[in-house]
């Protein structure tokens, strides 16, 4: 993972919301830290793909409206939402458009490079549990895979375990190929052998 | 008659006198030296001042009663970053306007704040390159323990490492340490031999360990103790012998030979006696109180929204040279300069940045090769046509 802090100076950051005394006292602070940033009002319909962060007031926004402006960029920005008021029906809100974190109005200069760097840390944090979730589940879909093809080796040939395993492994070298290739073709093989029993 | 009252609040006894005194001292002067041009707007300005006696949580306190009880919305103030993070939440709460002519670590902007001393931006990349290039690479850290010395040897660190330069230790000390205290760290010096010690030690335990380090047989034209907060005031108290050769960067020094450091140091010493205590920050609490009474002149009235507005961007011809307040950050663009004390105990500048260098106070890993940083010797101390 990247290191937020060191990171902070290459961020293009991105703010909508009405230019009044909060959006002014936002931009200046965010043009102090030293990131790039732009202004956008009213909420677009899509998010440009270069922004990597991106403050967004959700007063008297639906949240369908924001979910799609959000989710128009494929690179997953973070977001941290704007609010004006604490109130249940708002804090639902920021937790259904996923916000990283937030910010309370009238914004003032102390505690948005705290606010940038959570959401920030968040949000990659959120990216890599979600990338080694998906390599996780890959894995045990291709054991529990390979599992089943060895259990009809064994069944077809009566070998044991372990000599079915090998079977597997030296036909996907032979092959050039992965042992859940192999066992994939010995599941296809095997349902169409027995759906042809039953006709 | 009217006066325009402002709050001064510097400690005058306790562990950071000696560096607050100095910037009382200055802000006086300023005070003394406009009244006596007939005021602002022909009424003088009128100093209440509070000692808050070097104890953190008085600072607020004291801010809270200048607001409250003296009706004061301008106040001038603090040394250490805890002091002024007392102040801050006070001055934000009733809008009143606080300027602070100290340097400290950076990351922070309130509009409520005139910061008037060097960010690290504007000192330390200055003496990391010039250490590196006239000492060597290997760089021991002596420090107070609070958050002004751990964030400046971060971004030394972070500046040293760049240049290949190691940090061969890193010690810190309560704000009361004394010899006794310094004794190990001093022993560690000598065994480890660096090529120069970076110190953030600060108040009385500053003279404490420049006397301890000499005393073990530390020498300054060797391996000097480099410092962006030991200024005139201590480098008096530590002595000729014990200070030699030891370096300090700082946007000013005593020895600046201009017609207006000359005006500056006539002055103070017809008021005070003498100019054994006037430094850096001294000379920002001089500077900081011109600038408030010319934003006052231009609007007419106390009033921190429009003080601010005249404040931001305006320039002053500052003993130091030309200064002026960025619009950004309310920080100072400052000069940077690199001095040596000689055998006689007084800074004698080596090295100048060659225009002042705009503040950036949230600069998180300044890059050593900026040419904005790049220094330029100063021969026979400094130029002489300034």
């Known amino acids: ?199 | 008659m009217k006066t325009w009252k402002v709050g001064l609040l510097f400690s005058e006894t306790g562990a950071t006198s000696i560096i607050e005194r100095s910037q009382l001292h200055g802000a006086l002067l300023a005070i003394d030296q406009i009244n006596a041009r007939g005021g602002v707007l022909g009424r003088p300005i009128e100093p209440v001042r509070y000692d808050p006696a070097s104890v953190v949580t008085r600072y607020g306190e004291l801010a809270e009663k200048l607001i409250v009880e003296d009706k004061i919305s301008v106040i001038f103030g603090c040394y250490m970053s805890s002091s002024r993070k007392e102040v801050l939440p006070v001055v934000e709460r009733r809008n009143a306007l606080f300027f602070y002519p100290t340097l400290y670590e950076g990351f922070e902007y309130s509009p409520n704040v005139i910061y008037g001393g060097a960010c690290p931006n504007q000192n330390s990349v200055p003496l990391a390159n010039y250490l590196m290039n006239s000492f060597g690479k290997r760089i021991f850290f002596v420090g107070s323990d609070y958050i002004y010395p751990r964030e400046s040897n971060r971004v030394m660190r972070n500046v040293l490492r760049q240049g290949g330069g190691e940090v061969t230790g890193e010690v810190y000390f309560g704000l009361h340490a004394n010899a006794d205290d310094f004794a190990s760290v001093v022993d560690e010096i000598m065994q480890v031999k660096p090529d120069a010690i970076f110190s953030t030690v600060v108040g009385q335990s500053c003279i404490e360990f420049y006397k301890a380090y000499h005393a073990a047989g530390g020498n300054g034209r060797i391996c000097p103790i480099a410092s962006l907060t030991t200024n005139e005031g201590e480098i008096d108290a530590i002595g000729c012998e014990a200070s030699a050769g030891h370096i300090t960067a700082a946007p000013y020094f005593r020895t600046i030979n201009s017609p207006a450091n000359r005006r500056f140091l006539k002055a103070y010493e017809q008021k005070f006696g003498s100019t054994v205590d006037v430094t850096s920050c001294c000379e920002a609490a001089y500077s900081q109180v011109y600038m408030f009474a010319r934003a006052l002149e231009e609007t007419g009235e106390i009033d921190t929204e429009c003080l601010r507005e005249a404040l931001l961007g305006a320039s002053f011809d500052a003993p130091q040279g030309q200064i002026k307040i960025d619009p950004d950050n309310n920080h100072t663009y400052l000069q940077s300069r690199i001095a040596k004390v000689d055998d006689n105990g007084e800074f004698v500048i080596e090295f100048k940045v060659r225009r002042s260098i705009k503040p950036d106070p949230y600069l998180v890993y300044p890059a050593i090769h900026d040419w904005s940083f790049r220094t330029m010797k100063v021969a026979g101390g400094e130029s002489r046509h300034e």
């Open chain 1, 1 to 199: 993972m990247s290191d937020p802090i060191q990171d902070l100076r290459d961020l293009h950051a991105l703010v909508v919301h009405p230019r009044d005394r909060s959006a002014d006292e936002l931009m200046q602070q965010v043009n102090r830290i030293g990131c790039n940033f732009d202004h956008f009002w009213p909420l677009p319909k899509t998010l440009p793909e270069k922004f990597d962060l991106v403050f967004i007031d959700v007063t008297d926004q639906s949240a369908h409206n924001l979910k799609s402006f959000i989710a128009s960029s494929s690179k997953s920005p973070c977001i941290v939402a704007i609010i004006g008021y604490e109130n249940p029906s708002v804090l639902n809100l920021i937790f259904e458009i996923d916000a990283h974190s937030v910010l309370m109005k009238p914004v003032r200069a102390a505690g948005v490079l705290s606010c940038m760097l959570m959401a920030r840390r968040f949000q990659q944090e959120q990216l890599s549990f979600k990338k080694d979730l998906t390599k996780l589940r890959e894995k045990l879909e291709n054991m529990q895979k390979v599992n089943d093809a060895k259990f009809i080796l064994m069944r077809h040939r009566g070998i044991t375990e372990r000599e079915a395993y090998d079977l597997i492994r030296r036909q996907a070298m032979a092959k050039r190929t992965t042992t859940t290739e192999i066992a994939q073709s010995i599941l296809n093989a095997e349902s169409i052998l027995s759906n042809m029993g039953s006709t």
